[in-house]
């Protein structure tokens, strides 16, 4: 123990003095060189400076007070001097750090390669989604959403396909089961298109409305090279005063370009669905050979690409008797609906409509 390293002085001469001090200095010297790592240094400060069974403390008791006292000064001068000798050791110590050794044990290798986290991206659905949406979005249209299970009501009646009517046919609606009891109307269903938020958004706002609906529908289609059961549109829908066909057609032209690039050319087939009258297939000039003839567009020039028309005033009465402003002889719209998949297959060259929803990483990372 600290009793034994700390002899008890006999003589309090000059020289003994000088030799007990060079002792423990020495023995402060061995201590501090060894120190290595902070618990060392620690365990050194209280050796040495402990406040009760430190060894300084221990000197002052055996030496310093024992002193007779002609020699309290020069034990009290010596004294000083190896406390501050013993603070030094410390605080360079300290500075020092651990050794090279306890280093090495420690050290990380920078030069070995990461953990590199896969940064996501946009799907390219998503994507062609809301490049469509904003296209319409930087013309006044807001965005609107609807639900995918629908009434019989919303996806059909109110569309003005009258139950019974064949072109629910086109459709190949999947239907939700046991629902027979309830009226046709009220009967769910997986919606085939969008355009069932057309009467949604007009029963909830009166004109005029500028609106613009991305979502998912669900068709009873077997899936093949451009086919899938599920597939997203967007659809749009203008009413207001005086709206006209040619109001449609700059619109749709505008928006092909913003799409497919300022080149390309727009015309308009007549067509039929049971919302709109008159009703229009619009073709694009082929975005492939630029509108001479090649495989793609099936040596036409021609690509069709979405379907539009004028809304049928049989929708806006149905909107009307919620909305009473959507009276077909004050007010006139146009609707268009889109295939986003479809957009998105000829905007990045894709073949086979299943590669959207592999989950393939070497396809999906062409698109980050
Ligand atoms: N709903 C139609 C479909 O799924 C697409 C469509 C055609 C929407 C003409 C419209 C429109 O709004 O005016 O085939």
């Known amino acids: 123990m600290m009793n034994e390293e ?15 001090f060079a002792a423990v200095e020495h023995q402060a010297r061995n201590d501090a060189a060894a120190l290595d790592n902070v618990e060392a240094l620690e365990a050194f ?32 001068e010596r004294f000083k001097i190896l406390k501050e000798l013993v603070e030094r050791l410390l605080d360079e110590s300290s500075g020092t750090g651990p050794s090279d050794a306890a280093l090495a044990a420690e050290a990380i290798d ?17 994507r062609t989604l809301n490049e469509i949406t904003s296209v319409f979005a930087a013309l006044g249209y807001s965005v609107g959403v609807g639900p995918e299970v629908e009434t019989d009501f919303y996806n059909f009646e109110s569309m003005n396909f009258p139950p019974g009517h064949p072109a629910r ?18 009967r769910l269903l997986l919606r085939t298109h969008t355009s069932p938020v057309q009467m949604r958004t007009m029963e909830t706002q009166p004109p005029p409305v500028r609106i613009i609906i991305p979502g998912k529908v669900h ?61 229009a297939d ?28 004028m809304v049928d005033p049989a929708v806006f009465r149905f909107a009307a008797e919620k909305q009473p402003a959507y009276d077909p002889k004050k007010i ?31 396809f999906l990372s062409q698109f980050s």
């Open 219 to 279: 068709r009873n289609d077997a899936q093949d090279a451009t086919h899938s059961p599920i597939f997203h549109q967007v659809e749009g829908l203008c009413v207001d005063t005086n709206i006209t066909f040619s109001d449609l057609k700059g619109t749709l032209d505008h928006a092909m370009k913003a799409l497919f690039g300022s080149a390309v050319k727009t015309r308009f087939f007549p067509s039929f669905f049971p919302f709109t009258e008159p009703s």
């Open 332 to 362: 006139s719209g146009f609707a268009f609906g889109m295939g986003v998949e479809r957009i998105a297959m000829m905007k990045y060259g894709i073949s086979e409509i299943g590669q959207f929803y592999a989950g393939d990483m070497r």
């Open 110 to 126: 920078i030069t070995l390669p990461g953990t590199r986290r896969l940064t996501g991206a946009e799907h390219p659905i998503t």
């Open 45 to 76: 400060r209280l050796r040495w400076l402990g406040r009760k069974q430190g060894l300084l403390n221990e000197i002052s008791s055996r030496w310093l007070k024992a002193a007779p006292s002609e020699a309290k000064k020069p034990v009290g």
């Open 6 to 20: 700390i002899p008890n002085l006999t003589a309090f001469d000059q020289a003994a003095l000088d030799q007990a």
């Open 169 to 186: 046919d086109t459709q190949d609606t999947l239907v939700i089961s046991n629902q027979d009891r309830r009226p046709l109307r009220d």
């Open 282 to 309: 619009v073709q694009i000039s082929c975005i492939f050979c630029g509108g001479k003839g090649c495989r793609k567009c099936k040596d036409s020039g021609w690509i069709e690409l979405l379907g539009c028309g």
